[in-house]
């Protein structure tokens, strides 16, 4: 494949949306910047603990082989790691790319909520993460929205925090850093119901730390070896998840609940309903609530971003797997500062026009609370 | 197709080994650098693979084909990486390291020294 000189979205044509729906800000100075955003006596503790949250959360065998997971030459003018600074981020990304929602989600809260912090620790920081990113970024561009992160070590607290920040008119879902408990069990429904509640989707992302510590999802069979093998493997939790959602009646308990996969892959779907639907049929009685084929729940209720794309040595192959998965199920995503990021000029270019423009646009609009 | 055309890019010593410096030529963002072994080089800043601006990479070394358990450095100052998803180039010959599959190549533009000025046609 070889590159036009510009990359802008679909060649030259103007009428083109996007929605992109995995951008990463980041926190400039980490838990220092939030200390405003939290009562005193915790701003003393994490002080005298010298808390720290860095742009990762992994151990040396994990650290990316090129020095980090943020691209270097989207580092801001003035500084700072990539992705941290709202101002540039809205010119080099969305300006540049003529996107018109960018979806923000915190892997530094996301990284606290699921394993860095302790559960009270986590509920209090992933509430300052939150108001900081309102006070500092949403307020910056309209077209930056938000998913809110919540604190997933204690359901009824994250619960709390969607009450209490969700209906801001910028927040379009719920970032849920996932733990080592599959999206079925009934430990995640109090968090179900107060999105179903805001009417936001359950967004859900690897927070950094999956498959390295206790806490986060972890690969089936035994942990990776190196950055290449773990990065290759990330997307186990969620077919995982998505068989746990089916099966276990989330969708039966919350008719109105929607999740979005975010960089967990899509291409496995496919093979994963046909298993799911063939075992369902032969095997109904024993999961009497689920009362529709799984494919049926999946495609009422569940999105997958598209990030990183797979690419298949003919490009076509894609394109035909993609037009036997159908178009209602994928939303554009860029991920966005990152090292493994994708341009909407150079993403589905072989689609047709129309159902690349669902993918890039229309599914997001039924997804996400835009208004 | 328009006429090539040669363009003096600026004195040898404006170009320090081992890094390129990104210039506009006629509308065309181009990374000049120089390699260790003198040779300079003028690449467009955009990758074969996405897009990226794939000058804004580091010149590095890379780890050769191995066995199992062995690390073989080499390379050093020979090899474009990526800034975006690390693919990496031969900087001697335009060509992507990894030649299984479909293979990219960097587009690259004859350079020559003309009386310490570097002169680039495209
Ligand atoms: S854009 Fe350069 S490696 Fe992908």
């Known amino acids: 494949m070889d590159m036009p000189e510009k990359s802008v979205p679909s060649s030259q044509d103007t009428a083109f949306k996007v929605v992109d729906c995995d951008v990463h800000p980041y926190v400039k100075d980490g ?77 530094q809260t996301g990284a606290l909520c699921s394993t860095l912090a302790g559960t009270d620790e986590s509920i209090v920081l992933c509430a300052a993460f939150n108001d900081y990113l309102i006070d500092q970024w949403l307020k910056v561009d309209n077209r930056l929205k938000f998913a809110m992160s919540v604190p997933s070590q204690d359901p009824q607290a994250a619960a709390a925090e969607i009450r209490r920040i969700g209906k801001h008119p910028q927040i379009v879902a719920i970032s849920l850093p996932l733990l080592n408990i599959l999206m079925g069990n009934r430990y995640w429904w109090p968090i179900y119901e107060a999105a ?26 035994g942990i990776p070896d190196s950055y290449v093998e773990r990065y290759v493997t990330l997307n186990q939790a969620g077919e995982s998840s998505v068989n746990s959602l089916v099966f276990s009646g989330v969708f039966e308990k919350f008719p109105n609940l929607k999740v979005i996969f975010v960089e967990y892959g899509f291409l496995w779907l496919l093979p994963l309903l046909w298993r799911m639907d063939r075992t369902w049929r032969q095997l109904r009685h024993e999961v009497p609530w689920v009362k529709k084929s799984p494919v049926e729940y999946v495609h009422k209720h569940i999105r997958f971003s598209t990030q990183p794309i797979d690419e298949p040595e003919d490009p076509k192959d894609l394109d035909k797997l993609i037009d036997l998965m159908g178009y209602d199920q994928l939303c ?30 229309g599914n997001a609009l039924t997804t996400f609370r835009m208004r | 197709m328009a006429e090539k055309k040669q363009h003096t890019v600026g004195k040898t010593t404006d170009f320090p080994v081992g890094k390129f410096k990104i210039i506009d030529i006629g509308g065309r963002e181009i990374g000049i650098a120089q390699l260790k072994n003198g040779e300079f080089r003028a690449v467009r800043n955009v990758c074969p693979h996405k897009g990226a601006p794939v000058c ?23 090899v474009l990486a990526c800034p975006w998803h690390g693919f990496e180039f031969d900087l001697l010959t335009g060509d992507e390291l990894i030649q299984s599959g479909k293979p990219t190549k960097l587009l690259m533009f004859p350079v020559a020294v003309e009386n310490d000025n570097v002169v680039v046609t495209l």
């Open chain 1, 332 to 361: 554009f995503s860029t991920d966005y500062p990152h090292w493994d990021n994708d341009m909407p000029g150079q993403s589905l270019r072989g689609l047709p026009k129309a159902e690349r423009q669902k993918i890039f646009w």
């Open chain 2, 56 to 78: 804004k990479g580091p010149i590095v070394g890379t780890h050769l084909p191995s066995a199992v358990g062995e690390l073989i450095y080499g390379r050093d100052g020979e």
């Open chain 1, 31 to 107: 838990i220092s910047s939030v200390f405003p955003y939290m009562p005193d006596a915790w701003k003393q503790r994490f002080l005298r603990k010298r808390a720290t949250v860095g742009a990762e959360a992994r151990s040396l065998k994990y650290l990316h082989p090129n020095g980090q997971v943020n691209r270097e030459d989207a580092r801001p003018p003035c500084g700072g790691v990539s992705g941290s600074d709202p101002h540039f981020l809205v010119q080099d990304l969305l300006v540049k790319n003529r996107i018109e929602h960018a979806v923000l989600n915190c892997l």
């Open chain 1, 196 to 221: 179903q509640e805001m009417q936001l989707p359950i967004l859900v992302h690897v927070t950094g730390p999956d498959s390295i510590f206790y806490g986060p999802p972890i690969a089936a069979g």
